[in-house]
């Protein structure tokens, strides 16, 4: 049985920063495309950032190229996004996604999700 938990979600100032974590089970995590989405309410989910089974490879939305970075560590089947110089346009729930190809852009691509983790940034 395939798990994706998210933690680190939170309410912040803007200006501010989050880490969140995406610890996963019952896969063969390596060999996994992770990506981080985001849906706001009223809006269609959206693909935040995506790194490839090695971790060589990401990928990043117009409007968090170089406030955001999303990482993975194989040894603890996990993915990462940091994020700093939070927006309050950055207020979503967000979850995390496997699947086999990188970069898949639709989310009904996506073989596995996670349960979501709120973000909420005040300004």
């Known amino acids: 049985q395939v798990q994706l938990v998210e933690s680190g979600g939170g309410l912040v100032q803007a200006g501010g920063s989050l880490r969140l974590s995406c610890a996963a089970s019952?896969?063969?995590?390596?060999?996994?495309?992770m990506a981080w989405f985001r849906q706001a309410p009223g809006k269609e989910r959206e693909l935040v950032a995506a790194?490839?089974?090695?971790?060589?490879?990401?990928y990043y939305l117009d409007s968090v190229k170089g406030r955001f970075t999303i990482s993975r560590d194989n040894a603890k089947n996990t993915v990462y996004l940091q994020m700093n110089s939070l927006k309050p346009d950055d207020t979503a729930v967000y979850y995390c996604?496997?699947?086999?190809?990188?970069?898949?852009?639709?989310?009904?691509?996506?073989?596995?999700w996670g349960q979501g983790t709120q973000v909420t940034v005040s300004s």
């Open positions: 019952g896969l063969t995590f390596s060999s996994y495309a």
């Open positions: 790194i490839s089974p090695s971790g060589r490879l990401t």
């Open positions: 996604a496997a699947d086999t190809k990188f970069v898949e852009r639709n989310q009904y691509g996506y073989d596995f």
